[in-house]
Structures are given as structure tokens and as C-alpha cells.
């Protein structure tokens, strides 16, 4: 019996548990040549997941309705007629949400569990770890002494980002939205400063003491008026790093916001979106230094596993809502 969550209706805002469909099938799973059967183990919801549930032009194709929802995926081999793989194998790619299905192995990677958790292989290791890498090294170009803004800062890439930049040499703030959030970026991350901007009423007022000397580098999570703050904190030469913007994708209207025109032409300034796909050349070595640091001990990750299948819809609107810290995922 095979348990498949598929899209049921495009929503309106903030996506409702009734947007989701279960379904249980009976398949005999005969696997052709060159054909995997994967067992779903880890399953990972990203804020991503929002955009494709528009019916809208994007850097990847929206869901089908009746169709099953897909994402990030570590599963294992149940069995196997492509000789890249062998029964008991643990591979990470994207798949469906599915308790097991057949796949011809396209994009699958293999990984190994003695060298992390597999659960990494989602996060700090795989594309949670390759956005924050990249997109901070290839946009940000840091430097040594500068400081560095990171918005949804405890959230899976952003907590990765920090980390870097400390690594690297720079002053970093992070701005979250809980206490719990804000210890958690300056104990166990080692962020320089960090701000709730849930209790904080004056955002660029309060970045503007956190980074007296201004901003050099902003990663974006969250666009918004958190971000509206931070550009008026911007330096000469600042460059800002669109990688998210999770405070309107429930958006029903158009958000108003302060015209960034201003900020980047005053401050000779970038900024640039950007999805991770971008740099695919650049992933082997992003990923070895991402396991260099991890086994060195500089980076650390925090993750929020929910367990069963049947909760993959909850944990995705929890994540909307902010109820996590670090990496989300469900483990089945």
C-alpha cells in the first residue's frame, strides 16, 4: 500500500490543510531496467513550495492539480536494475510525495550516512547549504571586517549564512522573531548581535546601533518592511543578496514597499535575486567546503524533524508560519 499527498486546490493566501488530497494505492512495484523502488526516508519543505502553487510564470513549473506535490527527498533503495545503484543505498533528489515509488534515477544522488546524518543531505549539505554558500559568495562577495544582515536569520539558510560569515571575518547581525530564535543565533551560531523584530518597534533604528558602522552585505529571507529597514543602513557599495521573500508569499495584493532605487543609486549599490540552480557548476566545491567546515567543527546546523508521513502538509504551514528553527523536515 503506497500513500501519496497530491495538490488538490491552488489557494488564496495562506494555504489550508484542505489543499492537500491523500491517497492510498495498491502497487505491485515491477521495476523495469534501469529502474530504482525508493522508500521515502526524510522529506524537506521549503518556502519555495508557496510560489509553485501559483498558477504563474517562475524559474520552475507551478504543481499540477491531482497531481502529487514534489520536493527534496532522501529515500532508500528497495530495489534496483540500474547498476549506479544497489539495493540498501540511500540517495537525495527531488521526488514525490510518496511512502515509495519507482524512479529512473534521474538527478539522484548517492550519500553516504557514515560521513553525516542523512538528514543533512536536506540541509547543511544539500541545497539549504549550497543557497546560503553561493548565493553569499557569488553576490555577497564578503571581506574581511565587513558586516553582514541576515534576515529569517534562524531559519535552515539563513543560520547557514551567518556561520559563513563569521568564518570568513565579519561582523554578523541576525534578525529573527522569537527570544528562543535570537538566543539560539548568538549561543549556538555565534552571530555578533541579533534582533526580534516582532518586539522591536524602531527596525532601522535598531539595525542602525547593531551595525554602527553600516551594512555591507544583506541577505535577504523575508523581504518586507524588515528589509525596507535595512536599506536605510546600506554602505557605499553594499550588495544585497535576494535569495527569499517569505513576509508576502501569502500576498493576496501587491505589497507596498519603499522604492529601493534611491538606496542603490545614493550608495552605488547591488542587488541581485538569485535561485541556486544558478551555479550548478560551483555545487562540488561548495559541498566540499560545506563538509570540510562541518567536520572541522565551524559549521553546526539546528533542525526541526516532525515525524509520519501523514503530517507533511501541517509541518509545510508551520513553516510558513515561522514554527521552526533551522532545517524543516518530516521524517517518515
Known amino acids: 500500500m503506497t500513500q501519496s499527498i497530491l495538490f488538490k486546490n491552488r489557494p488564496i493566501g495562506k494555504p489550508k490543510l484542505s489543499d492537500f488530497e491523500f491517497i492510498k494505492e495498491d502497487n505491485d512495484f515491477n521495476i523495469k531496467q534501469d529502474e530504482l523502488l525508493l522508500e521515502t526516508t526524510y522529506v524537506s519543505v521549503d518556502p ?9 510564470k517562475s524559474y520552475i513549473p507551478p504543481f499540477e492539480l491531482g497531481k502529487p506535490i514534489s520536493s527534496g527527498i532522501i529515500a532508500k533503495v528497495m530495489a534496483s536494475k540500474d547498476e549506479k545503484f544497489k539495493v540498501g543505498d540511500f540517495v537525495s533528489g527531488r521526488l514525490d510525495w510518496k511512502t515509495r515509488q519507482i524512479s529512473k534515477g534521474d538527478g539522484l544522488l548517492k550519500v553516504d550516512e557514515e560521513k553525516a546524518k542523512l538528514s543533512a543531505y536536506l540541509g547543511v549539505l544539500g541545497l539549504t547549504g549550497l543557497t546560503a554558500y553561493l548565493g553569499l559568495n557569488e553576490i555577497g562577495k564578503p571581506k574581511q571586517g565587513e558586516t ?16 559563513i560569515g ?11 522573531g522569537t527570544d528562543e530564535k535570537i ?6 551560531f555565534g552571530f555578533d548581535h541579533a534582533i526580534n523584530y516582532k518586539t522591536t518597534k524602531d527596525m532601522k ?38 535569495c527569499g521573500a517569505i513576509s508576502v508569499y501569502n500576498s493576496t495584493e501587491i505589497p507596498h514597499s519603499v522604492s529601493v532605487q534611491p538606496f542603490l543609486i545614493k550608495n552605488s549599490a547591488l542587488m541581485q535575486g538569485f535561485i541556486v540552480s544558478n551555479y550548478t557548476e560551483k555545487f562540488p566545491e561548495a559541498i566540499n567546503q560545506l563538509a570540510r567546515w562541518l567536520q572541522e567543527g565551524k559549521l553546526t546546523y539546528t533542525e526541526t524533524i516532525v515525524e509520519g508521513f501523514e503530517n507533511i502538509p501541517q509541518a509545510f504551514l508551520d513553516l510558513l508560519e515561522g514554527k521552526k528553527k533551522g ?3 518530516v521524517e517518515i
Open 205 to 242: 533604528a535598531a539595525i542602525k546601533t547593531a551595525a554602527p558602522n553600516g551594512v555591507d552585505v544583506y541577505f535577504d529571507n523575508v523581504g518586507g518592511p524588515i528589509s525596507d529597514a535595512v536599506l536605510f543602513n546600506i554602505n557605499q557599495f553594499a550588495r544585497l543578496v535576494i
Open 166 to 176: 563569521k568564518i570568513l571575518g565579519l561582523t554578523v547581525i541576525g534578525i529573527a
Open 48 to 56: 519555495y513550495l508557496r510560489g509553485r502553487m501559483n498558477d504563474a
Open 148 to 163: 553582514l544582515v541576515v534576515s529569517g536569520a534562524a531559519g535552515a539558510v539563513g543560520s547557514v549564512v551567518g556561520q
Open 183 to 188: 538566543k539560539m543565533l548568538t549561543s549556538e
Open 327 to 329: 532545517k524543516m523536515l
